[in-house]
């Protein structure tokens, strides 16, 4: 079974400039999650979908970022405009429902913003 | 506001000897914890959870013990193997399950041969 998908890898922009990062969950997992990781932190939660509902996005800095999970199967996460702060590692994560406890994350994207 | 706190940024044991990761939290609605394990370029990966209602849950090498007067958690990894090398995240969340999890700052565990 393919595990969460993520791309791209790896980005490195100009501040300023906008990007978008993708993520594929597991199939048949219904709750999709955006995590941020800042170097030698913790995850921590941005935004969570149940289906294409956005459930939880108390946290994700609307002024810049955007996120959406149309069918909900894929989700987008978009940064625009980014800035120096914003350089750290997106995670998206999935999992069968909120209750289970055990999400599934992807392996990253990291962004470096000169 | 750290509301999970794992103080211990590395840790350095003897492969076949006990490892012991620690977390505290401050929020006492927490009620549901888990253990994540994460190689370099590798997103976290479950490990094991416990539920405010167990002091202990144990899953093979690894054990869990909750504490929750203390407000601490410990993982425990008896015998530790060079494979477990790796950050170990603690997690909670004030429901049961993955709604809103906190996560700890991280443990960098190395096992020495």
């Known amino acids: 079974e393919a595990g969460v998908v993520q791309s791209p890898r790896y980005k490195i922009i100009e501040k300023k400039q906008p990007v978008a990062f993708w993520c594929n969950p597991i199939s048949g997992h219904n709750t999709l999650y955006w995590y941020l990781q800042n170097l030698g932190q913790g995850p921590e939660l941005l935004i969570r979908?149940?289906?294409?509902?956005?459930?939880?996005d108390s946290q994700l800095p609307k002024d810049r970022f955007s996120a959406e999970r149309l069918k909900g199967v894929d989700s987008t996460l978009k940064i625009q405009p980014a800035e120096l702060g914003d350089s750290a590692v997106y995670l998206c994560?999935?999992?069968?429902?909120?209750?289970?406890?055990?999400?599934?994350f992807g392996e990253g994207s990291r962004l470096t913003v000169l | 506001d750290q509301q999970v706190k794992q103080n211990s940024p590395s840790l350095s044991v003897q492969e076949g000897r006990i490892s012991i990761l620690n977390c505290d939290y401050t929020?006492?609605?927490?009620?549901?914890f888990l253990w994540y394990k994460k190689y370099p370029a590798e997103g976290p990966t479950f490990l094991i959870s416990?539920?405010?209602?167990?002091d202990k849950n144990e899953d093979g090498r690894f054990t869990v013990f909750l504490n929750k007067s203390a407000k601490h958690l410990s993982l425990h990894i008896v015998p530790s193997q060079p494979g477990d090398s790796a950050v170990y995240f603690c997690a909670a969340s004030d429901v049961q399950g993955a709604q809103k999890l906190v996560f700890g700052q991280g443990t960098r565990l190395t096992i020495n041969p």
């Open positions: 929020n006492s609605m927490f009620d549901y």
């Open positions: 416990i539920s405010s209602i167990k």
């Open positions: 979908y149940e289906n294409e509902e956005a459930v939880d």
């Open positions: 994560a999935s999992s069968l429902g909120a209750v289970t406890g055990e999400l599934f």
